[in-house]
């Protein structure tokens, strides 16, 4: 039981620290393209950050230690994940979704 409580007290603080992290970029640093392109999908960030973090944390936290910095190792590489991958393969599949109306195809005759 100690050991999942632990582990579950790292996942709470790796999530608190990476939504943290993302409102102090959109806040002091408003003008940042990827920050603001994250911020226009921020739907599906918030949909899928829970998929993209738990696979990481496992893949960073097995090579190295469970530090402050291993966890904005991961913080960057699911914000890489989500950026790269899972918001334009959504956008692709699921337009409606991410309110991409220019790529909704009109059935009017």
Known sequence: ??????????????????IIS???????????????????YSLVVLGTHSMVLGPVRRMV?????????SSWLVFAIAVLIEVLIIIP??????????AQNELIKSHSH
């Open 61 to 69: 936290f097995s090579l190295v230690d469970n530090s402050y910095g």
């Open 89 to 98: 393969v959504m956008i692709r599949l699921f337009p409606k979704f991410t």
């Open 1 to 18: 039981i100690a050991s999942c409580l632990v582990g579950s007290e790292m996942c709470i603080r790796d999530r608190f620290m990476a």
């Open 22 to 40: 993302l409102f102090w970029f959109c806040k002091n640093l408003p003008h940042i393209p990827v920050i603001t392109y994250i911020g226009r």
